[in-house]
T-cell receptor, first 109, second 115 residues
């Protein structure tokens, strides 16, 4: 079956760095997405990785290892506004997104 | 604003009521989606429309009935719902279906409570 595993909740300090891990098992693979969702708001697109390696986009970076079925989202210089849920979603061979339950990130001053 | 607008944002209904959720996108996308989001659970894909044609129906109970009159509008008609249907219903759109880098743009959702 298809399965996504990411931590339920993480806590970090303002100004620090946090890494949110995601492991996945899918039928085929066509890339992996990360979305951010603030409470009561729409999920918004953060990143898409289809090749192995690190993609950097400002304070946020996303890493993919296809052979290990593993991705992480790295957030640097944390700000209070980064408090949100982070959703990992690989895409299977039918181009269907398989969603994780999300990681709630709490930033403390 | 994401370019995808959902109304109403909040809805409370009894089990015998009939109501509809509306979604409108201003992005020129060709695909639209309904998702159900329950607390601490993954997003559940309900329906997918591509160029107004339904291409996905993930074993959703018939008390949920989608309608896509054109590529900019999507409805979810609700009737005789159950309390376990209480959830956040998210609409999304994307440029197309069936390709890799196909980014979904979501609306803010309609919070449904069934009494």
């Amino acid at each position: 079956g298809q399965n996504i595993d990411q931590p339920t909740e993480m806590t970090a300090t303002e100004g620090a760095i946090v890494q949110i891990n995601c492991t996945y098992q899918t039928s085929g693979f066509n890339g992996l997405f990360w979305y951010q969702q603030h409470a009561g708001e729409a999920p918004t697109f953060l990143s898409y990785n289809v090749l192995d390696g690190l993609e950097e986009k400002g304070r946020f970076s996303s890493f993919l290892s296809r052979s290990k079925g593993y991705s992480y989202l790295l957030l640097k210089e944390l700000q209070m506004k980064d408090s949100a849920s982070y959703l990992c979603a690989p895409m299977d061979s039918n181009y269907q997104l398989i969603w994780g339950a999300g990681t709630k990130l709490i930033i403390k001053p | 604003e994401t370019g995808v607008t959902q109304t109403p944002r909040h809805l409370v209904m009894g089990m015998t009521n009939k109501k509809s959720l509306k979604c409108e996108q201003h992005l020129g996308h060709n695909a639209m989606y309904w998702y159900k989001q329950s607390a601490k659970k993954p997003l559940e894909l309900m329906f997918v429309y591509s160029l107004e044609e339904r291409v996905e129906n993930n074993s959703v109970p018939s008390r949920f009935s989608p309608e896509c009159p054109n590529s900019s509008h999507l409805f979810l008609h609700l009737h005789t719902l159950q309390p376990e249907d209480s959830a956040l219903y998210l609409c999304a759109s994307s440029p197309r279906t069936g390709s890799g880098a196909n980014v979904l743009t979501f609306g803010a959702g309609s919070r449904l409570t069934v009494l």
